[in-house]
Structure formats: C-alpha cells, structure tokens
C-alpha cells in the first residue's frame, strides 16, 4: 500500500471522518461529515501533493459578477479556494498540500476551512447555485 495514501488514510480516520469510498490503487479517498458540511470531499495523494477537492454547485450564469464575487471571497478563505471544472459549469473547492511532511493538523486546518466556508459562505453559494 502506498504510504502517503496509508498515513492520509489513519488521519483520516483519527479525525474521524466517514470514508465513503475508497481506491487503494488510485490512491483517492471520498470522505464526508455532512454535519460540517463536507459531503464527497476527495482526497486525491498525487506524489508529491495531496489534491483536495470537493464539488459545491454548478454556475449556470455566466455574470461576471458571480466570479468577481468568488475572487473576492477567495481572499478570505484561510485554506484552498474556489475553483471552476474545465467545463466553467462546476464551482469546486480546492487544496493541495505537500504529503512529504504532511502532519494531522494540516490536513485539519484545510478540512476545517471548507466546513468554515460552508457554514459562512453558505446562503451566497444557495444563490448562486440559482442564478
């Protein structure tokens, strides 16, 4: 079993979260805690970086003020940030952090920042989500 994938998987578990899927051979964890708000996040280990991604909605509009709005917001997110799928349609949050000293506490820090963001930033993605 490749080691990065194995010591992400144990801090995984240690913090507690559900892991709802799993690929040993592709090295991607699917992890949730709905009550945090995080639903699907997938925890990709892409030596020499883990990939954190989880999907939030799609963006229908193609207003400029709807990316302005999530650039701004970008600023205030402590880890990740908003992206967009190649398509331009899927708003997504994204991390990457190193693996090769990766500790629990990062790998927390960043998680938490999602749930954060999911909680503040919460109605202003529902109307995004219908624009």
């Known amino acids: 079993m490749n ?17 709802v899927n799993e690929s040993e ?15 699907n996040l997938v925890l990709g280990c892409e030596d020499p970086i883990l990939i954190m991604e ?5 963006v229908e509009s193609d207003s400029s003020d709807i990316y302005i709005e999530l650039l701004k917001k970008n600023r205030d997110i402590i880890h990740g940030a908003f992206v967009l799928d190649d398509s331009g349609k899927k708003l997504i949050f994204r991390d990457t952090l190193q693996l090769e000293n990766l500790d629990l ?10 749930s954060l963001l999911m909680s503040e930033y919460s109605s202003e993605l529902i109307n995004i989500s219908k624009k």
């Open 25 to 39: 051979g592709d090295s991607i964890l699917v992890i949730e805690a709905e009550e945090s708000g995080i639903k």
């Open 105 to 114: 506490n990062e790998l927390e820090s960043s998680i938490n920042s999602l």
């Open 3 to 19: 080691n990065n994938f194995l010591k992400i998987k144990n801090y995984v578990t240690e913090l507690e979260y559900t892991i």
């Open 54 to 58: 989880q999907y939030i909605t799609d």
